[in-house]
């Protein structure tokens, strides 16, 4: 996080509630607060927020325990780090409002997902193709919004283009095309029934990034 950023939130946070206010232009400004805490009554390790307390962070409902956990939790965290051993904030020094330089950390850790095609299918550790390079993939939030780590790599982020539920599907025809979002489409160039194979290949735009047959 860099020093701007730092002394916004800690000027925030002094009033003991985290606020986001981001009006659009002829707009009145949607507030996004977080839950307040009473420094007379909150230890200085205690000044912590996560995806359930502060409606700004990314929070998928079917993960809430790993969201909320005290230990090996996942996705956002903004919390106050005493680190100078001088004007400790909490109950042990109700006096002090004040949030030094670096006090304020903003951090996020990945969490997995099983491919919905693993599940469908009964597939196990055994039985997964190594093409799909495991049963799982990573999503990182990243300041309210979800990323794909590539490769397990929160170093590289990708946007999640499109995401289906087990039960959704999709029909395609010879010719056919799919918008999947973000200018990306998948087509089927070819359907061979009596070998049951299909040719499919992927664009990004008008630009053909990988073409292949399934069976």
């Keep these: 996080m860099n020093r701007g950023i730092q002394k916004a939130l800690s000027s925030l946070l002094i009033a003991f509630v985290i606020c986001l206010l981001a ?38 409902v079917n993960k809430h325990k790993d969201f909320v956990a005290s230990e090996n939790w996942w996705g956002e965290r903004l919390q106050y780090i005493e680190k100078d051993g001088q004007n400790e904030l909490g109950k042990n020094n109700p006096g002090n409002h004040v949030i030094s330089e ?23 550790a055994g039985t997964t193709p190594a093409e799909l390079g495991g049963m799982f993939y990573y ?12 490769e397990n790599d929160a170093s590289q982020l990708a946007n999640l283009v499109i995401n289906q539920g087990g039960s959704e599907k999709k029909m395609l025809k010879a010719g056919e095309t799919w918008d999947l979002g973000k200018d990306y489409s998948l087509t089927v160039n070819q359907i061979d029934i009596e070998g049951k194979k299909v040719w499919f290949s992927l664009y990004k735009g008008d630009n053909e990034l990988e073409s292949g047959i399934v069976e």
């Design 23 to 60: 009006p659009p232009l002829g707009f009145a400004a949607p507030a996004i607060c977080g839950s307040s805490l009473d420094t007379n009554a909150t230890s200085s390790d205690g000044f912590c927020w996560d995806a359930a307390t502060f409606g700004g962070f990314n929070y998928p």
């Design 102 to 124: 670096g006090e304020l950390v903003y951090s996020t850790r990945q969490f997995s997902n099983k491919y919905v095609l693993v599940s469908e299918l009964g597939l196990d």
């Design 139 to 150: 999503k990182l939030p990243w300041f309210g919004k979800p990323y794909i780590t590539i």
